[in-house]
Structure formats: structure tokens, C-alpha cells
């Protein structure tokens, strides 16, 4: 069997070309594979247009000696072609599936802040019973952000810019909105209310939010101090994850990086345990410190990892498929567990050691199983996550996540619950506004503000990482599966 391999020629249209703003062009170049008739060649997951999802393949490179993997392309009028596929040069494209998860974990989260709001003013237990368990959110970014940073620092390994660029883009999407609102909330509201007694609290606890190490404070002193900005110990959680990750990615093989990814989250249940144990009633803690929710970061991190494994890049490594076999009984496990610690009154903890110990991680497992799915594009979790509605929440769910919290004193005023017949439509209406308005200042934040700094990070772009030596030539003929989407993270 004759295979030609090699980039489609200018007129093949535009489906034929990489939207990988990064990609350079090459001239053309056309290698010959001769495989023996007894080899079997199946199809594996190829590498799709992101713009109509037609199948096409993308212009690739290909070096001299480079290792090639055998497949067909879908819906092909019989031509096989080859996946070419350096690590270095595997596409970067954007997932919109992704988006739709950081969509889904906003709107959690929002959707939480805003009935506990609401249940505090016009309790509905039936309500409260279900969306109080809306933090889970949290979660759910945790276990994204370890997907996607990992995957961007272990695409970049072997950059001579591998650190500096990483530091600097992230530098450039997450300080200037995060410290212009510490800025804001505690610096310049308290001297416009000098008599507001939650703006000083936040302006006293201020050197914790400078320094992006509020979770510890809220640990240290078991109760959450910071009023109105109380979410950004999450923030706090992901910056010192940015700041130790980078530097272990680089040193470590993949597979020793995968082992301690999963050493690591088994560890984080034996530290809140242990926090339990340790010091009982300090149940804050087990919430908010770092080595607490790492299982969710790492869980992530090491589908990352054991994706860049596996032949096409494609979601088939024991990881990626146990955990969405995994993620139904997992989070049916954790609503369970989650019921029983279901706080009686708004205010309390409402944990156990149970629910504090072991639920993290089964919502973790879950979500990572739900990041799995979404990689693999005919699946209802795929089509749904690329819902343009998931997808707008999730394009600016930063601003989303910081504004919403502190602007609940204004959704109070504008809609009195109470003054409304029935409890519900005036809870309704409470979360569709303060949902609206939350959004509305999230658009203008990203466009008018977030924007001008994220226009610089294309001065900031890794330098091709080295090949990892080819230990072999290999023709790769994994069995047929459903259509993949590109599975490497977007560059945000």
C-alpha cells in the first residue's frame, strides 16, 4: 500500500488550513510510505477544522525522520493519510466544547451566591436543598485550569522562553482585572463609605488580597473575613498552583508527572483529614488551603498529561476513559454524601468530616470524566457544551466570578423579595437580575478593560518546544472511535 503524506496544495480551500494563528508556512513536501498489505490500518482520530467541523486536515510540516501514525480521514473517498505528529508542532487550536465548561462552572457558582442570597432574605428549603451545593463550581474551574495550564506548560517544554512566557501570559489575563478590584474594594470604597463596617473589613484584611494569599487567611482565622470579596480565595488557590506547577512540568517525564499527579490527590484527602484531626473545628481550612484542592487541579493535570500519551492526541488512555466511566457514580456519590451535610441554617458550616474529606474529590473525578467526554465531539457532552449560550458565559467568566459577589447589596435593593406574592417569582426575578447586571459589568470590564491587556500577550509566544526523541517508527492502528475535537488547550 502506496500512502502519500504531505501538506494539501494552496487550492484546497480554506478547511485545508491551520487556524493556528502561530503556524508558519512551508513549502510543500510529499513523503511516500510503503506499508505491507498484511499491516491492518483503521481509522484514529483525526485533527478537525475547527470552523464547520468538516473532517478536513490540516497543513502539517513534515521533518525529515519524523515518526509518522497511520490513519484515514474521515469521510475520505478512500485515501489513507498519515497524522504527522512531532509533539512540537500538534495543533493548539481552540476547543469551544471548553468554553462551554467554563460556561457551566460560572453560571454554578452565580446561581449559588444568588439564591444563598435570596434564601437568607426568603428561605425556600426546596431550593436551597439543590443549589446549595452550587460551590461544586469552584471545583469544576479547579479541575479546568489544571487541564488547560498543564497542558500549555507541556506543550512548551524545551522553550528557551518556557517560563517567561508562560509568567507573562498569565501575568497578563489574571493581574490587572484581579488587583484593579482589590484596588477598588479595598482601597476606594472604604474611603467613599467611611462608615460601612464590610468595606472596612476588607480594607483591614487588605495585605492578604495583595498577595494573593486570602485562602490562608481564611484558614488561619477559620471564618471568612474579607466581606464582599470572599470568593477570591479560589483565585488565591489557582495563583499558587501557577506559581509552583511551571517549575515541576519542566523537570519531570510525563509519566512520573502523571504518578504524582495522582499521588498527589490521594495526599489531599490525608491532609484534610488530617486538618480535621489535627485541629477539629478549623473545617474552613480543608476548603480554602491550596494542598486541600490540589486533587482537583492535579486530576486535571494528569488527563493533560496522559492525553499527550496517547496516539492522535485522542481521550482513549486508561485516565481519560475511566474517568467518564467513573463520573456519573462519582457525582451521583458526592450529591449523596452532599445531601447529608446539607447546612440546617444559612451560616452554618453544615459539613462533616465525610463530606469534608472525601467530596472533593468525587466532584473532581466526576468533572474530570466530564472534561473527557467533552473531547470527543459526538458525544451529547460534547454537543452541548459547544452551546453558544455556555459558551458566551464562558468567555467572560473571569469578570463574572469577580463581580458578582460584592455587587449582591445592589441586586437587594433593586429587587426587595419580599414585596412580591409569592416567594419564588420574587427570588426569580432576584437571579435573573442580579445574573443580568452581573453580566452587563462583566462585558464592559472584558471589552473596555480586560482587552487592552490581553491584546499584548501575542508579544508574548512560546518558542516550538524540541522533539522528544523517537524511540521507534510505529504505525499506529488504534480502533475506530467517534470524532475527537482537537484535545490541546486553547491558548487563553
Request: net charge positive; with cysteine; aromatic share 12%.
Amino acid at each position: 500500500m502506496h500512502i502519500r503524506i504531505g501538506h494539501e496544495p494552496a487550492c484546497a480551500g480554506p478547511q485545508a488550513t491551520s487556524t493556528n494563528p502561530t503556524s508558519e508556512t512551508h513549502p510543500s513536501l510529499v513523503t511516500e510510505v510503503i506499508v505491507p498489505d498484511h499491516v491492518r490500518i483503521e481509522p484514529f482520530a483525526p485533527v478537525f477544522d475547527e470552523v464547520d467541523g468538516s473532517g478536513h486536515w490540516r497543513s502539517r510540516f513534515i521533518a525529515p525522520g519524523t515518526a509518522l501514525r497511520i490513519g484515514s480521514a474521515d469521510g475520505a473517498a478512500g485515501a489513507t493519510r498519515a497524522a504527522v505528529g512531532p509533539r512540537a508542532k500538534a495543533d493548539r487550536g481552540h476547543v469551544p466544547a471548553l468554553d462551554g465548561i467554563r460556561g457551566v462552572a460560572i453560571l454554578v457558582v452565580v446561581l449559588y451566591h444568588l439564591t444563598l442570597w435570596g434564601h437568607v432574605i426568603a428561605p425556600i428549603e426546596s431550593l436551597w436543598l439543590w443549589t446549595s451545593m452550587g460551590h461544586v463550581g469552584v471545583d469544576l474551574f479547579f479541575v479546568l485550569s489544571g487541564y488547560l495550564i498543564t497542558g500549555i506548560l507541556y506543550d512548551s517544554r524545551g522553550s528557551s522562553t518556557y517560563l517567561g512566557t508562560f509568567f507573562a501570559r498569565r501575568t497578563l489575563r489574571i493581574f490587572p482585572l484581579y488587583f484593579a478590584a482589590v484596588f477598588l474594594f479595598a482601597v476606594l470604597a472604604p474611603h467613599a463609605a467611611p462608615h460601612n463596617p464590610k468595606l472596612h473589613e476588607i480594607a483591614a484584611n487588605q495585605i492578604w488580597l495583595w498577595t494573593y494569599t486570602s485562602n490562608i487567611a481564611v484558614a488561619v482565622k477559620n471564618t471568612w473575613v474579607f466581606s464582599g470579596v470572599n470568593h477570591f480565595w479560589s483565585l488565591a488557590v489557582e495563583e499558587q498552583f501557577y506559581l509552583v506547577w511551571p517549575f515541576i512540568v519542566l523537570k519531570l517525564e510525563r509519566r512520573t508527572l502523571v504518578r504524582l499527579c495522582f499521588a498527589m490527590a490521594g495526599l489531599a484527602m490525608v491532609f484534610r483529614w488530617l486538618l480535621i484531626a489535627v485541629i477539629p473545628g478549623h473545617d474552613l481550612g480543608t476548603y480554602s488551603l491550596t494542598i486541600c484542592r490540589m486533587d482537583a487541579l492535579l486530576l486535571g493535570a494528569a488527563l493533560a498529561l496522559e492525553i499527550r500519551g496517547t496516539p492522535g492526541r485522542a481521550p482513549t488512555g486508561p485516565w481519560a476513559t475511566w474517568s467518564r466511566r467513573l463520573a456519573i457514580p462519582a457525582i451521583a456519590a458526592a450529591i449523596f454524601v452532599s445531601f447529608r451535610g446539607v447546612p440546617a441554617e444559612v451560616g452554618t458550616s453544615g459539613t462533616t468530616p465525610i463530606t469534608d474529606v472525601f467530596t472533593p474529590t468525587l466532584w473532581s473525578i466526576g468533572f474530570a470524566g466530564l472534561v473527557s467526554a467533552s473531547l470527543i465531539g459526538r458525544t451529547p457532552v460534547a454537543r452541548t457544551m459547544r452551546n453558544s449560550v455556555l459558551r458566551f458565559f464562558g468567555r467572560y467568566s473571569y469578570g463574572l466570578y469577580v463581580f458578582h459577589y460584592p455587587m449582591h447589596p445592589i441586586f437587594e435593593k433593586l429587587v426587595p423579595i419580599r414585596s412580591f406574592h409569592s416567594v419564588w417569582l420574587g427570588t426569580a426575578v432576584f437571579v435573573a437580575v442580579g445574573l443580568a447586571l452581573s453580566t452587563a459589568v462583566a462585558l464592559a470590564s472584558f471589552h473596555l478593560f480586560e482587552n487592552r491587556f490581553l491584546a499584548l500577550k501575542s508579544r508574548f509566544r512560546t518558542q516550538k518546544g524540541q522533539l522528544e526523541p523517537a524511540r521507534s517508527p510505529k504505525v499506529f492502528a488504534p480502533s475506530p472511535g467517534p470524532r475527537l475535537e482537537p484535545n490541546a488547550a486553547p491558548a487563553e
